[in-house]
């Protein structure tokens, strides 16, 4: 199992999602993708959509400010 990083506060949605989508493609089943983005859009759709799709989330959890992280189990 392994653990990657993505940084996608600078993207906007829908970008935000295609990003996370194609990092979790690259993974195994039971890989770690902690997500670093912004609160609003990217912090309600990327969470629900991954879920949607058979992933896990793990933990939102507030680094600073807007800036949160979402770690995500690839199902």
């Given amino acids: 199992m392994k653990t990657v990083k993505l940084d996608i506060t600078k993207e ?4 935000t999602f ?6 979790l493609e690259k993974l195994s ?10 609160e609003g859009e ?3 759709n990327v969470p629900k959509t991954v ?3 058979g992933n896990k989330v ?3 959890k507030n680094l600073r400010d807007d800036i949160h ?3 995500i189990e690839k199902g």
């Fill in 12 to 15: 906007h949605c829908p970008m």
């Fill in 18 to 23: 295609v990003k996370t989508k194609l990092e």
């Fill in 29 to 38: 089943r039971g890989d770690i993708l902690e997500v670093i983005l912004k």
């Fill in 42 to 44: 990217p912090l309600e």
């Fill in 51 to 53: 879920t949607e799709q």
């Fill in 58 to 60: 793990i933990e939102i």
């Fill in 69 to 71: 992280v979402v770690t």
